[in-house]
């Protein structure tokens, strides 16, 4: 009780300092897990399962939110619009890790899981990082919402494939898995479409207590059973939220913002209790480099994706931006290749300091990326 006290404590003064400084507090949450978890300077101990729980109740909530900002019509719009984007993102984002493995030696398998690691931005930083900069509402907002759904549908596909390679599981049985989680997605989409409004007043209710409960507790199962179908407990929050639209919608983001910010900051803080710092010098180079291109990988990405939506300079700027942070998904695809033993257990080490990097780098990106542009626009405009 007095370490998760002290915790949820320091995670407020740390929240006060990014807010004086006009900036997301998750860099600090993360660099908060470093220093006291394995390794660090006061290691804490006692509060691990609930910490690994609340963590993912937070990567819930921040898609459940996110879902809930838009309908099921604008998410297919966007997903046509956008498909190209999605393909690009694969070609370039994908290409680096799965290089990098291949140059380290650690075989196909290696470069298939790197791959991943480099592809997949994070929702959960994109989401809160995008609220807390109050972007919900822009322009460019949609664009990078697709590119998001289209990378976690991706993965969808990707992570049936990497888990029965690692398995060595054969062609039909990596085939089941995809169709599967491939049938899932389908099914929820066309319930959100054509039903959602039922599903609106399921949960609903004039009582706050009541529609708390029943709100999360419909978040909770939906991700849990798209956990079990092989699809991301993140797709099922926010394929449900998408499903809740008009005012249930609107109450459901009042209550549920509180709940979101409280458990989101544990799962940036467990991220960085899980990381021992004693493992990133070694890979630290690398994963510079590696952070670098990736960064101006998706940046690319998200100013093609945004500039075919006829978005300005400024809002290309800002989609490329907000794309860079990677987080959640990466460590899980790093962590499945070296459960199996079928990959070098360097391959964490990189990963985890490329994730962290990343990680903080991502939202400083999308904070400063508009003074900086505005600063260049000047420039530019003095010397013509």
Partial sequence: MIQ?????????????????????????????????????LIPLHGIEEFAHLASEIGVVLLLLLLGLEYSASELTTGLKKSWMAGVLD?????????VVALLLGWGPVGALAMAGVTYISSSGIIAKVLGD?????????PVILSVL???DLAMAVYLPVLTAVLAG????????????????????????????????????????????????????????????????????????????????????????????DLFAAMFFVVFGLNTDPRSIPPVLGIAVTLAVVTALT??????????????????????????????????????????????????AALATAYVLLMAIIGPIAARYVEPVGEFFARKRVATS
């Fill in 4 to 40: 998760l006290g002290a915790v949820f404590f320091g995670l407020g003064l740390l929240g006060r300092v990014a807010w004086k400084f006009g900036i997301s507090p998750i860099p600090l949450y993360l660099l908060g897990g470093l220093a006291f978890g394995s390794g660090g």
């Fill in 90 to 98: 694969i070609v370039l984002n994908a290409a680096p890790g799965a």
């Fill in 133 to 141: 900069l109050g972007r919900l509402g822009n322009r460019e907002t």
């Fill in 149 to 151: 759904v289209f990378e």
């Fill in 169 to 260: 599981v054969s062609l039909l049985g990596g085939l089941t898995s995809v169709g599967i989680s491939l049938l899932a997605i389908t099914v929820v989409l066309v319930v959100a479409l054509k039903y959602g409004r039922f599903i609106s007043a399921i949960v609903d209710s004039p009582d706050h207590e009541v529609f708390l409960l029943k709100l999360l507790g419909s978040a909770l199962l939906v991700a849990g059973i798209a956990s079990q179908l092989q699809v991301s407990a993140a797709v099922g929050a926010f394929l449900l939220g998408i499903a809740i639209s008009g005012s249930t919608a609107e109450n459901a983001t009042r209550l549920l913002e509180p709940l979101r």
């Fill in 298 to 347: 998706k940046i690319a990405t998200g100013w093609w994706a945004a500039r075919r939506q006829g978005i300005g300079k400024m809002g290309r700027a800002r989609t490329g931006a907000a794309l860079v942070a990677r987080g959640e998904f990466s460590i899980v695809i790093a962590g499945l290749a070296v459960a199996s033993g079928h990959v070098s257990p360097d391959l």
